[in-house]
């Protein structure tokens, strides 16, 4: 392999476990200059040649396609909607209403909208309109997972 300025000729090659430890202890106790930090700062935020975001939000991302997040996904990330969340499991005592399955903190639980979410816009905050169940008893509601429900089988059902 010829030798090119500026490029290491052990570059892309797997170093032994002696060697790297031979490196930190040589470098054990060194502090960074200023400007070196600077550059590494840079490095990690600023040109990325493609290797993740580093920093880069927003419209500056590399995969930012014009702020087209979905309007359910934004409400669910308020602070609202986890106020709300938070409250129903405690209302409840962090236990499935249903069959009685405490959580045990893993996300094993869930809450869930009585009227759902999608179609019932008014009620996504009210508390009265949330209950606790896990996991399993989650997947049994007629709701779950069912983007074809309609408002009339409430409007029937009240």
Not at 53 to 76: E, S, V, Y
């Amino acid at each position: 392999m010829p030798f090119i300025k500026g490029h290491k000729i052990n570059l892309g090659k797997k170093q032994s476990e002696k060697h790297k430890n031979k490196v930190r202890l040589a470098n054990l106790g060194k502090k960074l200059s200023e400007s070196t930090r600077k550059k590494v700062s840079i490095a990690m935020m600023g040109n990325n040649n493609g290797r993740g975001n580093k920093g880069k939000t927003g419209d500056k991302a590399p995969n930012w396609k014009g702020g087209i997040t979905a309007k359910h996904q934004l409400i669910r990330g308020m602070v609202e909607y986890k106020l709300w969340r938070k409250s129903v499991m405690k209302r409840d005592g962090w236990t499935c209403i249903w069959c009685g399955y405490r959580s045990k903190g893993n996300g094993d639980i869930h809450t869930d909208h009585i009227k759902p979410f999608a179609l019932f816009p008014e009620l996504r905050f009210a508390i009265d309109n949330g209950r606790t169940l896990c996991v399993k008893c989650h997947k049994t509601t007629h709701s779950y997972m069912n983007n074809k429900i309609t408002k009339n089988i409430y409007q029937e059902a009240a």
